[in-house]
């Protein structure tokens, strides 16, 4: 009897599992709707939530994988979808938004295929669902007339509905009855499951690694085939960020020209002209052209660099594909794609990660932070998606680099739908927006107030003089060319040249300035808001002195390059850079900063102009750490080639070990080092102390 009862066990486990499972989710979406509603949540849109339930219906109820769920979660989705299915755009003309085709959409997939939606829907009012649904501003297009006709036909099966007039307006009684009796005359049930169906691009970082992968059919281990990369491209298109709006040369020039200073300077010109006096005109004339040369041409410079800054992406990405390592042009890069991050590369998409050793990366381009963030790969388990990116740890987000460890991750989002894309996007729509600076402002209204002096000016002379008996037209002259000379002509040349020049300093200090007004801005800034420890850093460290043996040395220069950078011993001499002459001590200090450390600092570039430009990859204090072995003659490379070191393994840093050792094999004694094997390690003094060797190598 108990075995026979045993056997429905694991199905009816199963399925009571996967139903918490989506109450769950349903439930978090929810939370997020409302924090957007209430303009609490700011990084995710109603679209993706959205897409999101939408996801939720096809994979885990559609085709009656769950016809039954909560009442009160129901209830609570079903006011949600209420409210988001009336929400209009537009003020003359109000039109239904996307959001609310999609929410209307959502309401018909429910209706079909959850009875405690269906029961929840069927305790509302005719005349609270005729306002919400909006049936009659849905017959506009085809598409929304096929889903409204589905709606009130699936309404018109719940008895408390069956007459769908009620929530139509009469004068589309007469277009509907023939759509809804071919409704009714047609089989209705679920929609069939689909196996291939993609989840919206998002924020995973809530669940599991393998529901990620399950959720967009990949492998951790061979990745997409080749054959799925078209659909998905099509899907979600190409790993771009949104591109600035490209700079309009006549926008540009109009800009400068409609300038109030320059039209009043423009009109007094034409007066002087008028009145015969033509040097003045020209003069006129030569200030407005000055000015408008030197506002264009500062401004089409900083759009082009803004251009490029804006567009920050990685040109090249390691993935899995067709169960083969390969790299491929990150714009094509698509969710589900296996991304490969080792130590130096540049995060090409969002990723949520499934395999994390020792990863640490850099995420101050996001969050302003400067210290590296470890990641790993457990869910992080909230009550609503409104985590901050900071404490998304098992997320690597594009534009992001990875400085120590390695990983892998699965693409979720890409392009416009990264959290970089959101910022671009962002910057991308404030640039069609302008805003009058201070200076302008002051500007303006000096603008106005000398227009109405030379106004008031004109008019007084005009009617003293004709007062006095003097001639009509020779009085408007008078006044006409008083009002003139009131234009301070010089004030707008000279506040445009100041501005160029703080542009130049700028540039200098490499900020780049889009309008010439704003280099004035930073001049009424009045309060600078820090992090939270007060201070602004540049991610930069830098090896200043190390003691050896109860003596000291310092290091000169960079901390980012070896460049005229030298040691200096505590007696003030320059140490010699022959190895031979070097204490042994200093040596042992400086052979573990460059063999334990997976930093490395580079000279030239492609272009010809960064010949003599040095770059670095890896964790700032590993970095600073090469640039000291460098300074003394006794970077890696010494090391390998005198003594034929190869790297055996590597045990990254870790807060358990609270150090990193890495295990060379010497091939060629030299420098001291006996033929076999060596460990270097660097890490916590207490924890480094107590496996010392008082004994050096050498």
Known sequence: ??????????????????????????????????????GSEKSLTMKDVLQTFQYIYDQRIRGGKQPHLDKSVMLRFVSILMLIMKTTRGKLRKELTEE??????????????????QKTVEEKSISDLKFHLKIDRRLDTPVRQEQAV???????????????????????????????????????????????TLPPEGVYYDVEAKTVLQAFHSDPDTGLSSADIGDRLEKYGFNTLPQPPAPSVWKMLWTQVTDFMVLILLAAAAVSAGFGDYKACVVLVIVVILNVCIGFVQEFKAERALSSLMSLEVPQATVLRDGKQAVVPSRELVPGDIVLLDEGAAVPADLRLIEAAQLYTIESVLTGESLPVEKHINPIIGKSRAVPLGDRRNMAFMSTGVTRGRGKGIVVSSGHSTEVGKISGALASVASKTK?????????????????????????????????????????????????????EGLVAVVTITMALGVQRMAKRNAIVRKLPSVETLGSVTTICSDKTGTLTEGKMKASEIYVEGKKYTFSGSGEHPDGGLVVTSEGNNLDRNPDNIPASLRTALMICALCNNASITKGGEDENEANEWSNVGDPTEVALVVASHKAGLQ???????????????????????????????????????????????????????LHSLDPPF
Request: aromatic fraction near 8%.
């Open 150 to 196: 589905r709606v009130l036909g699936l309404l018109s099966t719940i008895q408390k509905f069956a007459d769908w007039k009620a929530l139509v307006s009469p004068s589309f009684y007469e277009e509907l009855e023939p759509k809804m009796a071919d409704f009714a005359a047609s089989s209705v049930g679920g929609r069939s499951s689909s196996d291939t």
């Open 436 to 488: 009058k600076t201070p200076l302008q402002r002051k500007l303006s209204k000096l603008g106005k107030w000398l227009v109405g002096i030379a106004l008031i000016l004109c008019i007084l002379v005009v009617v003293i003089g004709v007062v006095r008996g003097n001639n009509l037209m020779n009085m408007i002259k008078t006044g006409i060319s008083l009002a003139v000379s009131v234009i301070p």
């Open 636 to 690: 890696k490379e010494f090391w390998i080639e005198s003594s034929r070191l190869q790297t055996v393994c590597e045990f990254a840093f870790d807060s358990d070990r609270k150090r990193m050792s890495t295990i060379y094999s010497v091939g060629n004694p030299a420098m001291g080092l006996e033929e076999g094997a060596i460990i270097v390690a660097k890490g916590a003094s207490e924890s480094i102390l107590k």
């Open 100 to 117: 609310a085709d999609q929410a209307f959409k959502l309401f018909g997939d429910f209706l079909e295929t959850v009875e405690e939606f």
């Open 1 to 38: 009897m108990s075995g026979s009862s045993s056997i429905p066990l694991a199905p009816l486990t199963a399925t009571r599992d996967g139903k918490l499972s989506v109450e769950h989710h349903i439930s978090i979406n929810i939370m997020d709707a409302l924090a957007i509603m209430s």
